[in-house]
């Protein structure tokens, strides 16, 4: 008697061998994730909720919490319609020194933070290359908000590309084609035909673009001069209270990073789970 397989059960293991590997998964998410989030939570409210807000509320602590919100709200905004126009060039278009662009793309991952804020003050120094003349104007990027808000560019850029490119290149362009066939223009082609089927993998990408802004620390502590209440993000801020030994503040700042981080993990999630096959070739990639 012939007892038919079905064609996956070649690839399945024993059923003790699924346990333990979803064991050590769940083990090892544990330790790297869940631990040192609630390690930084008990740590930071260790002296009581009193001083966990007089932590908070403390004032260069405020200012470092709007510091890195503006930054953010520069920042993020702004890689949104970049990414969005190279990823609109890269899989709707084919010109010469595309491979180069989606190189250039992902030079911010592949370069340390810390090299591209020397790159900024090689660029913006006093004794850099624009420096001098942008002094003489009286504009000055490097210990100032400019200069951050341009640290912070370069290294979130690749996020909102590298979500709609692969969905983009997907979904072709036989739907434009069709809207322009019947007269539709460039603009009314954007709005009703592929923002629509790319929003999800927008918002997606948005969603990383800002976690990665508000928590950079190696190019904004390059540039930034660590100034107290002027030009000092969360992190920095954590670093300065950790290196004064005021380890409660340090951690209840830290907390909201954290906190920050948790957020974006279960809107991540959501967006996986409710919108899957619409951001499927960015999803799968995470």
Known sequence: MNVERRPDAALEEPRAVQWLLIGLAVLLLCGLVLLPLLVVLAEALGQGVAAYFAAVEEPDTRAAIRLTLLVAAIAVPVNALLGLATAWAVAKFEFPGKRLLLAFIDLPLAVSPVVAGFVLVLLFGAHGWFGAWLQAQGVQVLFATPGIVLATLFVTFPFVARELI????????????????????????????????????????????????????????????HIRGLTNTLPLQVEILHGEFQFQAAFAVASLLALLALLTLVLKSWLEHRHGDALAPAARRH
């Open 166 to 225: 692969p969905l983009m290149q997907a979904q072709g362009r036989e739907e434009e084609e069709a809207a322009a066939s019947l007269g539709a223009g460039g603009f009314a082609i954007f709005l009703r035909v592929t923002l629509p089927n790319i929003k999800w993998a927008l918002l997606y990408g948005v969603l990383l673009c800002n976690a990665r802004a508000m928590g950079e620390f190696g190019a904004v502590s390059v540039v930034s001069g």
